[in-house]
């Protein structure tokens, strides 16, 4: 182990020479010449100060538009153009060295942006083709408008030197990057052109892919970027300085926008597909009469998109196919809990975080695969639940209310058996019918941009009192949280709030399973504040957050929080959540440098929390500290300790009584190279010990390439290796009285996990790409030291082929089985060896054949093999590479979408 720690040491060590040794910018040694007007004003403030402004110019009858890139028109001849722009970074507050100016136009159905890019060296602008959203590290006119001038959310419009396209939502004011919503797709163009003094843009935007008010004499929030990698250059017009929080609050006006309305006119988008899926002869079971090779389907369905008054927006989807989306990465899963992947699916993404703002909505339980199986010796069983429609509305009203609403109905689903012994044939239902209903609601106050908000879901199964899938379902499930986010003096400080309650209800079978669900485990002996009711039909609890942190300041930025989940409360039916039962507190602290010094900025920071369930158990205590510093050629390096004292756990004996969890302290660090260069990387690695000998060490690197063109390369592998002395295996009756009657078996697992992620693209135009993916993983884990739980509350096992304790094992094919012998009392379970290989490939052709109209051409694979081990030796993590060779599915489909607005 000490040689993994030193190979990770150096390998980190060597980065920061080089980070150090490198080169300084030219800026180091350049005149920097104070901007005028600096600081900018930030309209939420409170105070009094000069807004900047720009002027926007209409369109005349006799104006012609040819959107080439080039400012040739007799429009941008009248146009007032805005060129007092300021750096960011480097060197906060002062002028680019290459000058930049903007200009607006707008008619009364479209807005248009006209820039001039100058460069000192045209030959070193970096123009790399990619898809659309994807920048490639090109150097880029950034525009972004906040049209409902709420100085709170904004319509952001980017488009790079080589011609593509980027477009993203940004939905509140504490920052730009951090709350970028990609799934905004608007339909507009844009042209660019490289040329002796650098280059030019033109963007033409309609009117009705912006949401704004109307009226008479409109003025809009508006700020622009120019991000210039070959200096490393980020300026703006208007620069949010770096100690400070926020984004739209601190744009400029646009003035002079006259006699337009927001018209929305209706946009549907049919689709057509067709897929064929090639499956491994190996995989296939000639026996079974729902298994082939070959299985061949086709689709169509529609997106419908209309404007519900001028602010708000109708989105719907009928039987909705989601081929073209990437498949989730593969995992191992011991814990007890669920894993929750990210949505992909464009409908569910577009405004995610309205209807995500107070947690009680995750999408991908809409379309889910059926969670009941049918017991039979050959099943047909769907792959997903299908989506027969979903609607969605959005938008924001006048008086600063968001309003997010979503419905959605989902089929009932049967599986296909088949009986061996009779020949029956038989179709059996797995999942009813079911309505689900999400709404969120946000309005906007005080000058400060305060919010107070309502949010709820509602999920109603087509079950009756009898149906036997109310063994297997909740009948009904509903939540409602209403929160508030309070900003003092400008914005300085924040105070958040939220109470939230949870209602399911189902048949005495499901509500007790429910009960004994890892979410809750009221059936835990030594718990004395749940209890297992079996005669119970429902379950309701509640759950608050409190925070309080200081968002803005030079130096010093802290926050303490509270919050408590009720041991009834449940939110899963529409949303994700591990554990009921919980109380945690916790504060931190960070201070910032955020001036160039010796660094170009850095930040240290200490975080300490607890959790406690409602007996008063003390489940964790946590201790962070941490830093991270940018050099001034922008290299970054980052740092972390943590540690851990002894603390119990209520969920380690999956239902039992606690035990306990030994203390543990870790480190990790990581090297980033500067993000600006066509070739870019960084390493990582971590290593944890706990007091039972357990460890865990971590590394891997990212390397991202555009090495030339309109190539794009990015790889990223990780090698862990972890043993886990405490790693629970199966629960037996015949225990003693002090673990309440039940043998809680564990055993040390070793653990190897290889994984690496692959991407390549290339960008044959601004509408055409092509992009793939490819992730390799293997994962192997073996099994020893067996022994159960001796007393509640404690750590110690009573190790098996101990005090009068045997244990043997079978030979021969996997899985053996492990037979233990205490006294009288016998006892098997399977010994869980594992070895599981997967490779996953994803190939897409993307081409926008008109704007809004798109033709997809995928293509994926899916091999795999899991395998239980006789040898814990064989279970060797250098047989990784057979992964690519495994037998598993290809999946080949065409999909055509047509934009037709109305």
Not at 279 to 292: C, N
Not at 578 to 584: G, L, S
Not at 729 to 758: C, E, K, L, N
Request: glycine residues 10%.
């Amino acid at each position: 182990m000490p040689r993994v720690r030193h190979a990770v040491f150096l390998l980190g060590s060597l980065a920061a020479v080089q980070a150090f040794s490198a080169p300084l910018y030219a800026q180091e040694f350049r005149d920097s010449i104070p901007a005028p007007n600096w600081p900018p004003c930030r309209h939420t403030s409170g105070s009094e100060c000069e807004t900047k402004t720009a002027h926007i110019e209409r369109f005349g009858p006799d104006d012609g538009f040819n959107l080439d890139g080039r400012l040739d028109e007799d429009i941008w001849q009248r146009a007032t153009f805005i060129s007092d722009f300021v750096q960011r970074e480097p060197i906060q507050g002062v002028l680019p060295t290459d000058s930049t100016k903007v200009a607006f136009a707008y008619d009364e159905h479209t807005l248009y942006v006209g820039a001039r890019m100058y460069s000192r060296n045209p030959s070193q602008i970096r123009a790399i083709l990619a898809r659309r959203d994807d920048s490639g590290d090109s150097e880029r006119l950034i525009v972004s408008i906040d049209s409902y001038l709420d100085r709170r959310t904004s319509y952001t419009f980017a488009v790079t030197a080589a011609g593509g396209r980027m477009d993203w939502y940004t939905t509140n004011d504490e920052d730009d990057y951090g709350n970028r919503d990609f799934s905004y797709n608007p339909v507009w163009t844009a042209a660019a052109v490289i040329d002796s003094l650098g280059w030019t843009a033109e963007f033409r935007i309609p009117l009705s892919q912006l949401r704004f008010n109307a009226g008479s004499d409109l003025v809009w929030g508006i700020n622009v970027n120019r991000y210039i990698p070959s200096l490393n250059e980020d300026i703006f017009w208007i620069a949010v300085p770096r100690n400070e929080s926020g984004w739209a609050s601190w744009f400029g006006d646009l003035e002079g926008i006259d006699d337009v309305k927001s018209r929305r006119p209706i946009e549907v988008v049919p689709y057509v597909s067709t897929s064929a899926t090639r499956t491994s002869s190996s995989l296939v079971d000639p026996d079974d009469p729902y298994q082939s090779q070959t299985d061949f389907d086709g689709r169509v369905g529609a997106d419908v998109k209309f404007g519900l008054g001028p602010s708000l927006t109708v989105d719907a989807t009928f039987n909705p196919d989601f081929g073209q989306v990437e498949a989730d990465p593969a995992v191992v899963n011991l814990s007890a809990f669920p894993v929750f992947f990210p949505e992909r699916r464009p409908f569910f993404i577009e405004r995610q975080e309205l209807l995500e703002a107070q947690g009680l909505f995750y999408s991908r339980r809409i379309g889910a695969a059926p969670s009941s199986s049918p017991d039979a010796d050959y099943v047909d069983m769907p792959p997903n639940t299908t989506i027969l429609g979903a609607g969605k509305l959005t938008g924001r009203t006048p008086g600063g209310l968001s309003v997010g609403a979503l419905a959605a109905i989902t089929a009932e689903e049967s599986a296909t058996t088949f009986d061996n012994a009779t020949g029956i044939e038989d179709k059996v239902r797995v999942e009813p019918a079911i309505a689900w209903g999400v709404f969120s609601l946000e309005q906007q106050f005080g000058a400060a941009g305060s919010i107070v908000g309502l949010a709820g879901t509602a999920v109603r199964r087509d079950l009756s009192t009898t149906d036997a899938l109310g063994a297997d379902y909740n009948r009904q499930a509903y939540t409602g949280s209403a929160d508030t986010r309070l900003r003092f003096q400008g914005g300085t400080y924040e105070l958040s709030a939220q109470i939230a309650g949870s209602y399911v209800d189902g048949t005495t079978e499901r509500i007790t399973d429910l009960q004994e669900f890892s979410s809750h485990y009221f059936q835990r002996p030594d718990a004395t504040h749940v209890q297992v009711d079996s005669t119970a039909t429902s379950l309701s609890g509640y759950a608050v957050k409190l925070d309080f942190e200081r968002t803005r300041a030079q130096h010093w930025l802290w926050g303490i929080g509270f919050e408590a989940n009720s041991p009834g409360f449940d939110i899963n039916d529409a949303g994700r959540m591990d554990r009921a039962d919980r109380i945690e507190a916790g504060g931190r602290l960070t201070y910032r440098e955020t001036t160039p010094g010796l660094f170009q900025n850095y930040s240290l920071r200490a975080e300490l929390d607890g959790d406690w369930n409602y007996d008063g158990d003390r489940l964790g205590t946590g201790l962070e500290l941490g830093g991270n510093v940018t050099l001034r050629n922008f290299w970054r390096l980052g740092g972390e300790f943590d540690l851990n004292p002894r603390a119990l756990s209520d969920t380690q004996t999956r239902g039992g009584p606690l035990m306990g969890r030994p203390a543990r302290w870790g480190l990790s660090m990581d090297v980033n190279s500067d993000h600006s260069k066509r070739t870019t990387g960084g390493v990582y690695g971590s290593f944890r010990v706990d007091e039972l000998d357990g460890w865990e060490w971590n590394v891997g690197f990212g390397l991202q390439a555009k090495p030339a063109g309109n190539w794009q390369f990015a790889v990223e592998p990780s090698y862990r290796k972890e043993s886990d002395a405490r790693q629970y295996v199966d629960t037996f009756a015949g225990g003693s009285a002090a673990t309440y009657g039940g043998r809680y078996v564990f055993g040390r697992i070793d653990r190897t996990t290889v994984s690496a992620q692959f991407r390549l693209s290339y960008g044959f135009t601004p509408n055409l790409s092509l992009e793939g993916y490819a992730e390799p993983f293997a994962a192997t884990g073996t099994y020893s030291e067996y022994g159960e739980l001796t007393e509640a509350g404690g750590f110690d096992l009573l190790y098996y082929g101990t005090d009068g304790t045997t244990i043997s094992e079978t030979e021969g094919p996997a899985p053996h089985e492990i037979t233990v012998t205490d006294g009288d009392d016998t006892f098997s379970f399977e010994r869980g060896d594992f070895s599981s290989l997967s490779f996953r490939t994803n190939l897409v052709l993307r081409w926008e054949w008109r704007p809004g109209s798109t033709l997809f051409v995928i293509w994926q694979q899916n091999q795999g093999d899991d395998n239980d081990v006789t040898d814990p030796a064989a279970a060797d993590i250098g047989d990784w590479g057979h992964a690519i060779t495994s037998p598993g599915q290809s999946y080949v489909a065409i999909k055509v979408t047509y934009w037709l607005p109305i």
